[in-house]
């Protein structure tokens, strides 16, 4: 093996345990908390990989996410200077990532605060500015009443990055103060005995978060000043989110050397429902203001999203899906032809999902460089009381175009946001970050 690899590997393989588990992250990191997205990734995790690989590429980096979530993966970048690109398919993820990768003056969001709560204050009307069937099920009247006067207030901001920074603060008042529980990211209404007890309030909540989030914003472009990262007031490379479906385009003509990710792990509605967890936010906050490019129906229902999300649809019959990938993965085919009848019915689930993650990487591939490194961090799951070994799935269907595993490294999770329930038992105590590199 050439000298060069030997090193990166070297080098990789000497971050310790202690800063993979993120024993020592802290929950205020900023790129963590303006919102709550479900399994964000923990920044102080990927940062030695990040680092180390940008010294490995000279420092000279463009990276890609393609399903970036809560856009930690590019912040951190954008922490070492780096052009950052990412897209997901969830309107909520665009909107955050588009606050969290801006420059923001701080004197420009504490204006912009006195501003909104003083129009919140002095507006005495009672008119609701949504419907949506069910509304009376998800918000007290009074809610519906105090989020409509914050609603009123940000509309008339006439900035749009401004308003962005409001939306984002809207949308975790939305988690806080709804009758939805907390406690899963699947719409799950609280009782109504807890919902007549409950003391919440829609303006004292929003508040709160926006004075949190001005201070976790400053706390982060004071990083990306301290490192020589803003000029004129802007960003020194190019920072760009994009709403896109990863599994049928890459939005961008750019081409990448770095490749970080952290894709869904199964189909959302039977791992992570990021759509229903958005839905209540997206309700309450104009397209027009994310982006409108966005071309699927996300309001339509609250499974919308998580229906054309990674292993969502079906579009296909199971068993010519299955002839394609069992060649390219005899691991998924061994976990699949275990199960018969009902069980093996819920398991096709895996394959349309491991499909649709195939189908995916066949189009970020034409988007990185000779070189380029990718890194995934993926954990197991379990269908039918079995585990499925996404990481060895993974590595497989790399093989299958070429691509083998440069190198790997394994953490406990002990403190990424998951759902503590059914399918995520102690498989998913594990993750494994696996880096490939594209050799041509
Ligand atoms: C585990 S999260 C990503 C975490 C992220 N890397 C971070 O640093 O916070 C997985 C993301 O994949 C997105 N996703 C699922 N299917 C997708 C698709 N077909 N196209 C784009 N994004 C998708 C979800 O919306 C979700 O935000």
């Not at 990768?101 to 008119?127: C, G, K, P």
């Not at 939805?180 to 719409?187: E, G, P, V």
């Not at 939005?251 to 970080?260: A, D, E, G, M």
């Not at 490294?409 to 403190?415: M, N, P, Q, T, V």
């Amino acid at each position: 093996m050439n000298k060069n690899n030997q090193n990166i590997k070297e080098n990789i393989k000497s971050i310790s345990s202690e800063i993979l588990n993120g024993e020592n992250y802290s929950r205020n990191d900023f790129a963590r908390s303006i919102l709550n997205y479900p399994a964000m990734m923990v920044p102080s995790v990927q940062e030695p990989i990040i680092e180390k690989l940008s010294d490995a590429l000279k420092n000279n980096v463009s990276l890609l996410d393609p399903f970036m979530g809560a856009s930690n993966t590019l912040v951190t970048g954008m922490k070492y200077g780096m052009n950052v690109f990412g897209q997901d398919i969830n309107p909520l993820s665009i909107l955050l990532s588009q606050v969290k990768t801006s420059y923001y003056q701080i004197d420009e969001l504490t204006d912009a605060e006195q501003r909104v709560i003083s129009t919140i204050n002095s507006d005495t009307s009672h008119i609701i500015e949504i419907s949506f069937s069910n509304i009376d099920k998800w918000f007290t009247k009074d809610i519906q009443i105090e989020l409509s006067k914050i609603y009123r207030a940000i509309c008339k901001e006439p900035n749009l990055k401004i308003r962005k920074f409001f939306w984002v603060a809207l949308a975790e008042t939305i988690r806080l103060t709804s009758n939805d529980r907390t406690s899963t990211f699947k719409m799950h209404m609280r009782s109504i005995e807890e919902i007549n007890m409950r003391q919440v309030f829609g303006i004292k909540t929003f508040v709160s978060v926006c004075q949190k989030n001005i201070k976790n914003i400053n706390d982060y472009i004071s990083v990306l000043i301290k490192n020589d990262h803003i000029k004129d007031g802007k960003y020194i490379k190019s920072a760009d989110v994009v709403w896109g479906d990863t599994n049928t385009e890459i939005r961008t003509n750019k081409t990448f050397n770095l490749l970080v990710t952290s894709p869904p792990y199964g189909d959302n509605q039977t791992t992570v429902t990021y759509g229903q967890f958005s839905y209540l936010p997206l309700l309450w906050i104009p397209v027009k203001d994310i982006d409108n490019s966005i071309s699927i129906d996300y309001l339509k229902t609250s499974q919308a999203i998580d229906k054309k999300s990674l292993g969502g649809e079906i579009k296909e019959k199971i068993c010519d899906i299955e002839e394609r990938v069992f060649q390219k993965s005899p691991t998924l085919k061994k976990f699949i032809t275990n199960f018969q009848n009902v069980e093996r019915k819920k398991a096709a689930k895996v394959t349309r999902f491991i499909n649709d993650l195939d189908n995916s990487i066949d189009v970020m591939l034409p988007k990185m460089r000779k070189g380029s490194f990718l890194v995934w961090t993926i954990g197991n799951r379990n269908v039918n009381k079995q585990i499925v070994r996404n990481d060895l799935i993974l590595s497989e269907l790399f093989m299958s175009k070429g691509i083998e595993l440069f190198t790997d490294l394994e953490r406990e999770i002990l403190s990424k946001r998951m759902p503590g329930r059914n399918n995520f038992s102690d498989t998913m105590s594990k993750e494994r970050i696996l880096i490939y590199k594209k050799t041509n």
